[in-house]
């Protein structure tokens, strides 16, 4: 229902098919319909009913979902199939929805890190017998800061060949999503569990001890840097979230990696990955029509095409194309950041996301797009919006040093956009934002400027506004 990045659709497809496979040579019995079969009536209530006319089953059992519109969907079943309908839980997580529901009672602001502390808790991942955090903190987040050093380059990521299987599916899904947006090949992502394990050796062998520092670093070219690669694996279930944090957690046991890498990367999958989950079963289906800074414009052409002169969001959109991946940083600052402070509307930046990325799913893809990047949830989940003008960008990465805008510069046309959409954005919003603690005085050096100042960014903001095509129809959705 939206148009997946190629990649992303080979992924699913090959690993099913892997997977029905490996039943298979185990003994079970599979019925499993390819997406070519012209009996295929292109949907999963359709497909479970041509499958209840097949086995006539005593029994219906299904893991519940990872999306609204298909739960409710599921919901249904009960009622129009003969036969008793079991929706169980995901036990590919952490959390349960009662525990975030338990979390969330009663509480104004989701703060992830309160949650945080509670799966680390739960699961003992880097607690002393005494009940105290390893080391004496819960986070080290501030030593994973490191702006990226000159020439920074982090060993590769394993690339796996299609075998036959994925170049069957290769060939499919060129001939029937040839619009789609996306690179259909090189095609290198781990569609079996063996080779999602070997990707996380890999990534704990070369990659684990730097995560921590260069976890916020941008290095033109260097799409993976030293982070794991492995939410494509994690999120279609060829790899565990707690197997992970386990072996993460050897690592600084062992001593091969710092205390700042391994929580740092445990914080990602059972605090950022399990509170996201919980997040959003808590706040849809609202949460799908949020817009509380009430964001209008357009998504641009350029976010399909990558043809822009920023050079920062051309290499983040060249990386999307290529291998349907970005890394956080890249899609919450870059990315993120310019569709907040452009003031994009929340559908269609939230289609995107959804579209082009190989581990994209609403429960994760939606809390990112609408609390952590658009502030649309109206603070549920970010305490403020990260806004930021290009100096985060040059701070954080090598990429404005050979952009054809001067980050230095702050007004006129030759100015990087980041830094009067900043302001104009900060304008824009300021009966709402002013008395957040954590972003409100930051209106006191606005009002320093004085009005002519306040009119030049103002006014450069909406020069280089005009001047953004909006996307045309069909990229995300058949027009
Ligand atoms: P690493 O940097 O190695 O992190 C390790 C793991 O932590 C990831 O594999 C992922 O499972 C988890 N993780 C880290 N940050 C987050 C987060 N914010 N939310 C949930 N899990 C997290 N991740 C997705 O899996 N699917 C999405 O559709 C998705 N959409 C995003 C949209 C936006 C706007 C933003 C800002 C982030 C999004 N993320 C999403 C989170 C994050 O960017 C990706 O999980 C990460 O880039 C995947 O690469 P990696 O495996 O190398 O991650
Ligand atoms: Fe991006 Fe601005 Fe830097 Fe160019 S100058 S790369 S637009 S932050």
Known sequence: YVKHHKQKIVLIFSAMRHFAEELRAKGWQVDYVMLDDPE?????TGEVARAVERHAPSAIRVTESGEWRVSQAMEEWEGRF????????????????????????????????YFYREMRRKTGLLMRPDGRPEGGEWNYDAENREPPKAGLKAPPAPKFAPDAITQEVIALVGQRFP?????LEPFGWPVTRAEALEAAEAFFARRLEKFGPYQ????????????SMLSTSLNCGLLDPLELCRAAEDAYKKGTAPLN?????????????????GFYWHQMPGLAAANELGAHRPLPEFFWTGETDMRCLADCIRTTR???????????????????????????????????????????????VAGMILYADGGRLATKPYAASGNYI?????YCGKCRYKVSQKTGPDAC????LYWHFMDANRARLESNHRIGRIYATWDRMGEAKQREYLKSAETFLATLEPAREGWARDA
């Open 40 to 44: 295929n009536t292109g949907s999963f």
């Open 322 to 368: 290529e291998d349907a991946h970005a890394h956080h940083i890249q899609r919450l600052m870059v990315l993120g950041n310019f569709c907040l402070i452009a003031g994009i509307d929340p559908q269609a930046v939230a289609d995107w996301y959804l579209v082009v990325y190989a581990d994209a799913y609403e429960w994760v893809e939606l809390p990112n």
């Open 216 to 227: 916020d670093a941008m290095v033109h070219g260097e799409d993976d840097l030293y982070h």
């Open 394 to 398: 040059n701070k954080m990465s090598d």
């Open 179 to 183: 619009d789609h947006f996306g690179d």
């Open 261 to 277: 890498s391994v929580e740092g990367f445990i914080r990602q999958i059972i605090g950022w990955r399990e509170y996201v989950r």
């Open 82 to 113: 003969p036969c008793p309908v079991s929706i169980l839980p995901d036990t590919r997580f952490i959390a349960t929805h009662a525990e975030f529901r338990a979390f969330a009672e009663g509480r104004k602001h989701l703060t992830m890190e």
């Open 417 to 420: 956009p980041f830094n009067p």
